[in-house]
Nanobody, 128 residues
């Protein structure tokens, strides 16, 4: 079975940093794209970015570009989301997900319907 386990969330002050991890199992990690999404209170879930595990290519939403970095360790079947310069608007539950498709572009990367499996989410709270 495909499983995704997100971790690393917590409480951080504005301007601080956090690194989230997503440990994956049940599939060949470097065959697929891994995405990060988030859902803030009262808002719809939105795409944060994604990585093509085969070569490390990444795509980011404009709201996080330059502050967030996605990376992967294929040997550990783990994808990371390094979040720097956090602000209160980044407060959300963060989810990792797997896209088993072969295409890699912004539209697909940031769109939920293309993702087949989802982790349980990890809470990130940024205080002012």
């Amino acid at each position: 079975d495909v499983q995704l386990q997100a971790s690393g969330g917590g409480l951080v002050q504005a301007g601080g940093s956090l690194r989230l991890s997503c440990a994956a199992s049940g599939f060949t990690f470097d065959d697929y794209n891994l995405g990060w999404f988030r859902q803030a209170p009262g808002k719809e879930r939105e795409g944060v970015g994604c990585i093509r595990s085969s070569d490390g290519s990444t795509i980011y939403a404009d709201s996080v570009k330059g502050r967030f970095t996605i990376s992967s360790d294929n040997a550990k079947n783990t994808v990371y989301l390094q979040m720097n310069s956090l602000n209160v608007e980044d407060t959300a539950v963060y989810y990792c997900a797997v896209d088993r498709g072969t295409r890699f572009n912004s539209y697909r990367c940031l769109s939920q319907p293309f993702y087949d499996y989802w982790g349980q989410g990890t809470q990130v709270t940024v205080s002012s």
